[in-house]
């Protein structure tokens, strides 16, 4: 527990057997559960993470697809299972260990506090971030976070891409998670329904980590086209439940 709120980690992994070991040890004590979600892996990931789950049974939970749903699949089936279990506080942690656990805390506290509903990390806030970060994923970050900007009308949220986040109880109830985008999308996509539902989202300035032996799945110049035709849609999406819907305004 962290300020008296019982915490859990949802780890989404695809072929992650070479870092996802990191994850589980470098896990900071105050998480009560790990719920880490094989997204059919095609290595020998879950029998990495089922070697931990044995060793602490009662902490660590394996949770595996037998359909590859994509990494906004192995969120929302980590959200249902931190759902189930009545947790106040549920962190999102990736199983390539480019997610500091020292900065955990720092994405807990908001929500904890009851400063948020949502905190993110944002990666952009670090002046070394440039340098840090491979220019190409930098810059379509930048566009994508712009576009994100727009289309879930929060101003003051940037790197719509990170996915070191943490929500509340309240709203881990009130997201459809079967309606959840799947893929790459994910994070964009909460952020509306976020909005729409008048939830309160913070910014948490955290450290990029890459060179660490990662394997990125993302392409990010096959992928901005296809996620900006998906921001328009749901900017398009919360000006109809928003404002005709829940209260028509001009």
Not at 56 to 77: D, F, K, T, W, Y
Not at 91 to 105: N, S, T
Not at 133 to 138: E, F, K, L
């Amino acid at each position: 527990m962290l300020f008296e709120k019982s915490i859990a980690v949802v780890v989404p992994c695809f072929n992650e057997e070479l870092l996802v070991g990191r994850v589980m040890e470098t896990m900071p004590g105050f998480v009560d559960i790990i719920f880490v979600v094989d997204d059919k892996s095609t290595d020998r990931t879950a029998s990495v993470v089922a070697a931990y789950s044995q060793a602490q049974p009662n902490r660590i939970q394996l949770l595996c697809h037998e359909i590859n749903q994509g990494v906004g699949g192995a969120i929302s089936s980590g959200y249902r299972a931190a759902l189930a279990a009545r947790m106040d506080v549920t962190v999102v942690m990736a199983g390539d260990a480019q997610m500091d656990p020292d900065e955990l805390a720092s994405i807990v506290a908001p929500v904890a506090e009851d400063r948020c509903d949502y905190a993110k990390g944002n990666r952009l806030f670090s002046g070394q971030a440039w340098d840090m970060i491979p220019h190409v994923r930098y810059l379509g970050n930048a566009m994508l976070s712009l576009l994100t900007k727009v289309a879930s009308g929060y101003w003051h949220v940037a790197d719509s891409q990170s996915g070191y986040t943490a929500i509340n109880l309240k709203a881990l109830e009130t997201i459809d998670w079967d309606k959840m985008y799947k893929n790459y999308g994910q994070p964009n996509d909460l952020l509306v329904k976020l909005n729409i539902s008048d939830f309160r989202v913070l910014d948490v300035p955290i450290q990029p980590i890459y060179g660490i032996g990662e394997k990125s799945g993302i392409k990010p110049l096959r992928m901005i086209p296809k996620l900006s035709w998906l921001i328009f849609r749901l900017f398009l999406h919360r000006m109809v439940q928003k404002y005709i819907i829940k209260d028509f305004h001009p």
